[in-house]
């Protein structure tokens, strides 16, 4: 069975001694379910206990286009998918981007925010793909569609932080939709960071043998982050 991956390649207290870990303990936590979860498949599961994890997990488009049974799983298999990676690389490269976005804005928005902006994004990313994809069987899996969630909050706030805490994190209001498209950074940012979706659409990023990237998942995931990291934000 082969998955389409989510996959991304880009784009307060006084100031003290660093933390031995400078990453927010909401993001450590999700980078730590990732790890387990797929050292479990990886070094517990037998082939046949894996495939059954994927198709009760990961996101298959067509359970909800009636061409498989529908079941409680399917729903949560909306979020579920996010959580399971297609290989030992795809999982690193994500987290890697995980812990660069996600740490500032998990600090900025805190703990209960941060989680249900990951769900929130990880279900646009699995809505998109199933728009374009609804007879799919292959199952989508990986954190991206999240994690660009985060790339497009943090265009929101310029790529600003606030370096004077122990902890960096997103600072200031969020910017307007024209300030956006004022600054040469956040421009230069989305133009690298289409660039990169639309070279992946084509499997040259695709870590090898895992599987194709469901960039287009990307892009659910990017546009709520985006337009909707206002109602998740934090004091500014």
Not at 164 to 189: C, K, N
Not at 196 to 208: D, E, H, K, Q, R
Request: aromatic content about 12%.
């Amino acid at each position: 069975m082969k998955a389409r991956l989510l996959d991304d390649d880009p784009a307060g207290t006084p100031t003290g001694r660093e933390p031995v870990f400078n990453i927010a303990g909401v993001v450590l936590f999700l980078i730590a379910l990732c790890v387990l979860i797929h050292a479990v498949r990886t070094f517990v599961l037998s082939p046949q206990q894996d495939i059954f994890l994927l198709i009760h997990a990961a996101f298959i488009p067509v359970r909800f286009s009636g061409g498989a049974p529908f079941d409680l799983f399917a729903l949560s298999t909306a979020v579920s998918y996010s959580f399971l990676h297609g290989s030992g690389a795809h999982l690193a490269i994500n987290l890697i981007w995980l812990a660069a976005f996600g740490s500032p804005l998990a600090v900025r928005l805190g703990t209960p925010r941060m989680l249900v902006f990951w769900l929130a994004t990880a279900v646009a990313a699995a809505f998109v793909h199933y728009v374009l994809f609804p007879q799919s069987t292959a199952p989508l899996v990986g954190a991206s569609g999240a994690i660009s969630g985060m790339m497009g909050a943090a265009a929101r706030f310029g790529f600003r932080t606030d370096r004077s805490a122990r902890m960096r994190a997103f600072s200031g209001p969020v910017l307007t939709i024209g300030e956006v498209f004022s600054s040469r950074t956040v421009i230069s940012f989305l133009a690298v960071w289409m660039v990169i979706n639309l070279v992946s659409g084509l499997g040259f990023l695709s870590p090898a043998g895992a599987g194709t990237i469901a960039w287009e998942a990307h892009i659910g995931g990017f546009v709520v982050g985006f337009f909707g990291v206002s109602l998740f934000k934090g004091k500014t």
